[in-house]
Structure formats: C-alpha cells, structure tokens
C-alpha cells in the first residue's frame, strides 16, 4: 500500500495543532499501559490460578517488553515504506486477537506466548504515533506535542490499575485482558475513520536489511541520538522496575489487597499527568536540555529517597508512593523532551529513529524488570533498588553523554 501524500489534513496539521488528532494519538499509545498495568493487581493471584511462580507470572511482563521492543525495530522502517496507517491498523488486529487468547489462557506458558503476540501487535501503536508527530513537528514543538499526548497517556495508569482490581474481584483475572482486547478494537475503528496518513514520500528501500542497518548504523553514530536514548531507556527502566515490583511489595509485603493496590497504584500514577502538563508547558520556555537537567535531578532524588526508606525498614505504603510520584512527575518530564531531542534531527528517518529509540527503551526497561523479578526476597528493597540505580544512570548519561541540539525549525 502506498503512502497517502500531501493530506490535506496533515497539511493543515503543520500550521496548527488539532486537538482531536492529539487525544486519538494519546489514546494509541495509551493503550500499551494500559495492557501493562491492568492485570498488575492479579498478579499475585495469577501465581495460584496458574500454578506459576513469582517469577514466571512477572515474566509476562518481561517477555512483553522485550518482544514489544524487538518488534519496533522492523515496524518504524516498514511504516517508513507502506506508510503510518497500515501499520498501525494492523499491529491493532494483531493485539486485539492476542489479547483474548490471553484471556482464555489455561496456562502459564500460553499465557506468556499471549503476551508476546500482543506485545508484537502493540509495536505499531509505540512507534507509529511518535513517527507522525516527528512528520509534522520538530524541537520543542514536537517535545510540546509528545507532552500534550503524555497527559492523555498519563490517564491510563491512573484507572488501569483501579479499574483492573475491580475486574478481578468481580470476574477474575481473565477480565482484564477482555477488556483490553475491546479497547483495541475500539481504537482499530477510530484510526481507520480519523487517523490520516502523515508520510508523505514512501521509502520503497526502507525495508531493504542493507537500508535499515545503515540507517540505525548512522543512528548510533549521532551522539545526540545515543545521549538523548540512553536518558530515556535508563528512566524507563525504573518505571517498569515498579510495574514488575509494585503488586508484589503492595499486595504482599505490605498488606494492602487487590482493590487497595489500585489506589496506591493510581495515587503514584498521577505524576504522569502532572509531569506532562509541567513538561508542555515549561519546554517552549526552557528548551529540551533545560528542561531535562531539572527532570533528571528530581528523578536521582525521588529514586535515592524511596531506595533509602526500604533499606531503613520503613514498609508503610506512603514511604513507596510519596517518592514515586514525584519520580513519575519527573519521568513524564523527561521523556517527551528525550524522545524530540533524539528524533528531531532526522526528519529523513523518522521511522527507524522512532524504532530503534523504542527498541532500546524497552530492552532496557525489561532488563529493569526482570532484575527485580530475579532479587525479590519478600521486602521492597529490591524494587526500589532498581528505581534508584535506574535514575541515577539516566541522571549521569544526561551529562557525561552531554547530548545538545541545536534550534530546530518547530514544524517539519
């Protein structure tokens, strides 16, 4: 299928931003959390309905993400060649099928190939809304979008885990891939009636194996490119050593049950919205790098604080949330301003960058995961930990990989 070009919508959209566009790409990438965080509070559960260790059961989150991130390094060049809107309708099918396979999961093992094929569905919805923002914007314009969304995004993780620990007391845990499989659906059907086609020159070589090396090969050579990546893999890596810790410490260590998981979890979770409305609002002022040297900062210090509660022994629930929300406002800060810094200067390759960006962040954030999975001992030490180290390197990559751009006209 050949790229649609010249939209007349998407000619617009380089003028002025459409908000209806913004909440559908919002609601795309809101999706992946959502699949993440919505079963968390079974997790627990899920250990005895499916006979699995603890071990095994985080490892459909483990698996999830690595696959998810292998995934992205071939979709952001196919969306390059094909286009942005087959890509993403049919990574779409693709999740939703595999969502209710999860559902009816008999065992662990089924579960686990469930969550490969959703994540591998999921790819298109990580990469492709990323690739049409960086078609129509660049630096701090295109931070500004990435931000706009994230307050969409940040929405997700506030009712996934609500939401899903009310499904499971009432349903049980198969309830809660049901419901994510409807939501595909939905968003399959709402891009395929709103969401234009934003590429407007078709790469017929960007599938070739030799163009997609040289491409990422002149990607890892971009210093800004490596720096920008690095800062984000590194935060993500300590969001999702919470995703993988957080019922565990939660649910068992602390006491807290299924439903009063969900309210932690949210309460932690409005640092998300709050991080993007702050982050929207302050990079047109301060700029990407700025902006960054002060999320970055916040990050190390929330990180230190909630690793050094643990190791005090203080297991009360407020010594895991006050911390990391003000580490997810500082995420949510950091991560629309690395991603423009890292896309903005290959406009020509949008969709490799956005690809192999999202391969490493989730390659290295499963890293995060499973080092929590692997050290569990029963205490939220290991969790916190790894938030803490997660933040600390990101903080470091920031200044010893020194990435810096330059003014970037705002619209592509």
């Given at each position: 299928?050949?790229?649609?070009?010249?939209?007349?919508y998407?000619?617009?959209?380089?003028?002025?931003?459409?908000?209806?566009?913004?909440?559908?790409?919002?609601?795309?990438?809101?999706?992946?959390?959502?699949?993440?965080?919505?079963?968390?509070?079974?997790?627990p559960?899920m250990?005895?309905?499916l006979?699995?260790?603890t071990?095994?059961?985080?490892?459909t989150?483990?698996?999830?993400?690595?696959?998810?991130?292998?995934?992205?390094?071939?979709?952001?060049?196919?969306?390059?060649?094909?286009?942005?809107?087959p890509?993403?309708?049919?990574g779409?099918?693709?999740?939703?099928?595999a969502?209710f396979?999860?559902?009816?999961?008999l065992?662990?093992?089924?579960?686990i190939?469930?969550?490969?094929?959703?994540?591998?569905?999921m790819?298109?919805?990580?990469v492709?809304p990323?690739?049409v923002?960086?078609?129509?914007?660049?630096?701090?314009?295109?931070?500004r979008?990435l931000?706009?969304?994230?307050v969409?995004?940040?929405?997700?993780?506030?009712?996934?885990p609500?939401?899903?620990?009310?499904?499971?007391?009432?349903f049980?845990?198969?309830?809660?891939?049901?419901?994510?499989?409807?939501?595909?659906a939905?968003?399959?059907?709402?891009?395929?009636?709103?969401?234009?086609?934003?590429?407007?020159?078709?790469?017929p070589?960007?599938?070739?194996p030799?163009?997609?090396?040289?491409?990422?090969?002149?990607?890892?050579?971009?210093?800004?490119?490596?720096?920008?990546t690095?800062?984000?893999?590194?935060?993500?890596?300590?969001?999702f050593?919470?995703l993988?810790g957080?019922?565990?410490?939660f649910?068992?260590?602390?006491?807290?049950?299924?439903?009063?998981?969900?309210?932690?979890?949210?309460?932690?979770?409005?640092?998300?919205?709050?991080g993007?409305?702050?982050?929207?609002?302050?990079?047109?002022?301060?700029?990407?790098d700025r902006?960054?040297?002060?999320?970055?900062?916040?990050?190390?210090?929330?990180?230190?604080?909630?690793?050094?509660?643990?190791?005090?022994?203080?297991?009360?629930?407020?010594?895991?949330v006050?911390?990391?929300?003000?580490?997810m406002?500082s995420?949510?800060?950091?991560?629309?301003?690395?991603?423009?810094?890292a896309?903005?200067?290959h406009?020509?390759r949008?969709?490799?960058?956005?690809?192999?960006?999202?391969?490493?962040?989730f390659?290295?954030?499963a890293?995060?995961?499973?080092?929590?999975?692997?050290?569990?001992?029963?205490?939220?030490?290991?969790m916190?930990?790894?938030?803490?180290?997660?933040?600390?390197?990101?903080?470091?990559a920031?200044?010893v990989?020194?990435?810096?751009?330059?003014?970037?006209?705002?619209?592509?």
């Amino acid at each position: 299928m050949r790229a649609q070009r010249n939209h007349p919508y998407a000619e617009m959209m380089t003028t002025r931003e459409r908000p209806g566009l913004t909440l559908l790409l919002g609601a795309l990438i809101a999706i992946a959390p959502l699949a993440m965080d919505i079963y968390l509070a079974s997790m627990p559960s899920m250990t005895t309905a499916l006979h699995a260790s603890t071990a095994q059961v985080q490892a459909t989150l483990s698996v999830y993400m690595a696959g998810w991130g292998l995934a992205q390094l071939l979709v952001g060049p196919v969306s390059d060649r094909f286009g942005r809107r087959p890509v993403l309708l049919s990574g779409l099918l693709l999740f939703t099928v595999a969502s209710f396979a999860c559902a009816f999961a008999l065992t662990i093992e089924q579960l686990i190939v469930g969550r490969l094929f959703q994540a591998l569905g999921m790819a298109g919805a990580a990469v492709v809304p990323r690739a049409v923002v960086r078609d129509l914007y660049a630096g701090e314009r295109a931070a500004r979008m990435l931000s706009l969304m994230g307050v969409v995004l940040g929405i997700a993780p506030i009712i996934a885990p609500v939401l899903g620990s009310h499904l499971h007391v009432w349903f049980g845990w198969p309830a809660n891939f049901l419901f994510v499989a409807g939501y595909g659906a939905l968003l399959m059907v709402a891009g395929g009636m709103f969401l234009p086609e934003t590429l407007r020159h078709a790469d017929p070589r960007a599938t070739n194996p030799r163009q997609i090396a040289q491409h990422f090969r002149l990607l890892l050579r971009s210093r800004i490119f490596v720096g920008y990546t690095a800062v984000g893999a590194l935060a993500t890596a300590g969001l999702f050593a919470f995703l993988s810790g957080s019922a565990f410490v939660f649910v068992g260590v602390m006491g807290a049950g299924e439903q009063g998981f969900g309210l932690l979890f949210a309460f932690v979770m409005l640092g998300n919205i709050t991080g993007a409305m702050l982050g929207s609002r302050l990079v047109t002022r301060l700029g990407i790098d700025r902006l960054l040297a002060y999320s970055t900062t916040l990050m190390l210090l929330s990180g230190v604080t909630l690793a050094a509660l643990a190791w005090c022994g203080i297991d009360h629930p407020f010594a895991v949330v006050i911390p990391m929300f003000f580490f997810m406002v500082s995420f949510t800060s950091t991560m629309p301003q690395a991603s423009a810094g890292a896309l903005t200067p290959h406009a020509d390759r949008a969709g490799a960058a956005a690809s192999l960006m999202s391969f490493t962040q989730f390659c290295v954030a499963a890293l995060g995961g499973l080092a929590v999975g692997l050290t569990f001992d029963g205490t939220a030490r290991p969790m916190t930990t790894t938030i803490a180290v997660s933040a600390a390197l990101s903080f470091i990559a920031l200044r010893v990989l020194k990435p810096t751009t330059a003014r970037y006209p705002q619209h592509r």
